[in-house]
Nanobody, 123 residues
Framework: VQLQASGGGLVQAGGSLRLPCAAS????????MGWFRQAPGKEREFVAA????????YDTDSVKGRFTISRDNAKNTVYLQMNSLKPEDTAVYFC?????????????????WGQGTQVTVSS
């Protein structure tokens, strides 16, 4: 499965961005999906995940109430809607696919990764 993340850019604090991640195969619809991010000089961290059906979502405390993960299996795409962005959200954002219906919060849980898209939030 190839994953293509896009939608990153430069935004002012308080602004919004939506990151789509398109998958190359229809088997995407059977996979749990996740978003991770890595800021300069920091380790990669879990942001959000969604089950194969979209019925359950999970996100890390630092983005609760601001970020929403969703998916459209008909379009083989998962989204990360980011609102009320803060400078500390600045990072490269990666989408990842897990060949399981269950989500995970560790990078080791995921089998396929996109190339990343840069999000920069200015103060």
């Amino acid at each position: 499965v190839q994953l293509q993340a896009s939608g990153g850019g430069l935004v002012q604090a308080g602004g919004s961005l939506r990151l789509p991640c398109a998958a190359s195969e229809r088997t995407f619809r059977y996979y749990a999906m996740g978003w991770f991010r890595q800021a300069p000089g920091k380790e990669r961290e879990f942001v959000a995940a969604i089950t194969w059906s979209g019925g359950r979502t999970y996100d890390t405390d630092s983005v609760k109430g601001r970020f929403t993960i969703s998916r459209d299996n008909a379009k083989n795409t998962v989204y990360l809607q980011m609102n009320s962005l803060k400078p500390e959200d600045t990072a490269v954002y990666f989408c990842a696919a897990r060949t399981s219906s269950r989500v995970g919060s560790s990078g080791d849980d995921y089998n396929y990764w996109g190339q990343g898209t840069q999000v920069t939030v200015s103060s």
